[in-house]
């Protein structure tokens, strides 16, 4: 007698998040793609609002039409609803939905926000996320409140709260969506502004907040924002956040007064370095643009792009941690050491090892696809498309103007790169590949020769 068929196991934590994003995409997409979205009234083709709705949901930033001078009223409030639900993550807003109507989160869900969040326990998961999405809308309100400052004046009382609000998300969220095409021009972000010091510091600490991750919010309020009482990630968070501000600030500083900073005065050049230490991790605006960029300011923006933000934040990228973590490695490989230790704390083989494939994996897509729209559309030089490559993986949106330019294959291929980036690009390679059983046997141990 047959016996029967296998159960099917359950849809893992990542699968799920995955079909969430996914799900989230296509409704975007149609919305998108309605007459009512556009300024002209007229549809919006499929790869153009595929490319749109997978760039707010995965909160990159990169678009193929000018967002205030294509989309109408609706359908920048489509394209906002979609940036706020890829900053907080899908898994939250089921779970904040679920918490509205009365319904207990039970553990798998309490699982899969503990991945969703990054989180390092499922204990108190529920109050975090409370946290996590109050958080967000105080600090997106100020945000907002701030913005006002500038555009009502400019703009006009609802025109200019629109886009105080408009931007505030965008912003927090890591996003780099703008609606300056209407101000200062298609595709100009925010560089009419770069003096500006209310819009500088504004959209900076929404950039910088919003990539601190939840996790790290939960424990400063938990601990009172006492340094001494706060746990390592958040510690090392914190202290990353503020050398990867300060230090590549001070490189674009001097990179860049030729470059995209030439004719810029002293004061005008601090504002412009600061914000281009800061959008790369991983916003998306610039107040000077990418195209002008030097060779070394360009490939410090590339660097800045993997790195990314913190893990559990809005931002993108492999995330500070991750690099940390593969630094230590090699310089515990180097100082002949057998652990590696971060703050006086032991880091565990396997974090080790996810940290190193992370990274691999990264670079890796990234490079692959380089090669395939390097080969597609040789028009286009290697630093334009690195740029836009390891923009779009590390949901990052800056570009040289080149976005545009892509063709159907190359859109594809950006768009496959910002949903690898938001969803993580181990994880995306972990589901897209195929799982053989391992083996109960211990392989013999032989060796090759590196390095």
């Known amino acids: 007698m047959k016996s029967s068929a296998k159960r099917k196991m359950p849809m893992s934590a990542q699968g799920m998040i995955a079909t969430g994003f996914g799900l989230i995409i296509l409704g975007i997409t149609i919305l998108l793609m309605l007459p009512i979205s556009s300024n002209s009234g007229k549809p919006t083709g499929l790869l153009t609002a595929l490319f749109t709705a997978t760039s707010a949901v995965c909160v990159t930033g990169l678009v193929v039409v000018d967002t ?26 089921l779970a904040l939905i679920s918490m509205m109507f009365g319904k207990r989160i039970g553990l798998r869900q309490r699982t899969l926000l ?65 609606l300056m095409g209407t101000v200062s021009g298609p595709y100009t972000s925010l560089e009419s502004f770069v003096s500006d010091p209310i819009i500088n510091l504004t959209i900076m600490s929404l950039i910088t907040l919003g990539g601190l991750g939840f996790f790290v919010w939960d424990d400063l309020m938990q601990n009172h924002f006492k340094w001494y009482k706060l746990q390592l990630h958040s510690r090392v968070v914190l202290i990353l956040s503020g050398v990867l501000i300060f230090v590549p600030a001070a490189l674009l500083f001097v990179l860049e007064k030729d470059a995209s900073m030439a004719g810029l005065d002293t004061e005008t050049r601090v504002w412009a370095s600061f914000f281009s230490s800061v959008t790369p991790r991983t916003a998306g605006f610039d107040t000077v643009p990418t195209s002008e960029l030097s060779p070394g300011g360009s490939l410090l923006t590339i660097l800045l792009m993997l790195t990314g933000g913190n893990p559990g934040s809005t931002a993108g990228g492999v995330k500070t941690t991750t690099m940390l973590l593969v630094m230590m490695v090699a310089s515990a490989i180097l100082c002949k050491e057998d652990e590696v230790h971060v703050m006086g704390r032991r880091m565990e083989n396997e974090l080790l090892h996810r940290a190193c494939s992370i990274v691999v994996v990264y670079v890796a897509l ?12 040789p028009e286009f030089t290697l630093r334009d498309v690195l740029l836009e490559v390891f923009s779009a993986i590390d949901t990052v949106g800056m570009s040289t103007g080149i976005t545009r330019q892509l063709s159907t294959i190359s859109r594809i291929v950006i768009i496959m790169l910002m949903y690898a980036g938001r969803l993580g690009s181990l994880t995306f390679a972990i589901l897209v590949a195929r799982h053989a059983p391992h083996a109960p046997i211990q392989h013999p141990v032989d060796k090759l020769i590196v390095g």
């Open 114 to 178: 503990q991945e969703s969040v990054a989180s390092l326990h499922i204990g108190g998961i529920v109050r975090l996320i409370r946290r996590a999405v109050l958080g967000t809308l105080m600090i997106e309100g100020l945000g907002a409140a701030l913005l006002c400052i500038r555009f009502v004046p400019m703009l006009g009382l609802w025109r200019g709260l629109g886009y105080s609000v408009f931007h505030s998300i965008s912003a927090f969220c890591n996003a780099g969506f703008d």
């Open 366 to 377: 990234s490079l692959a696809s380089t090669l395939i729209i390097c080969g597609l559309q």
């Open 68 to 93: 205030a001078t294509h989309w109408s009223l609706f359908g920048r409030c489509v394209i906002l609803v979609g940036i706020q639900i890829g900053g907080l993550g899908v898994m939250t807003i």
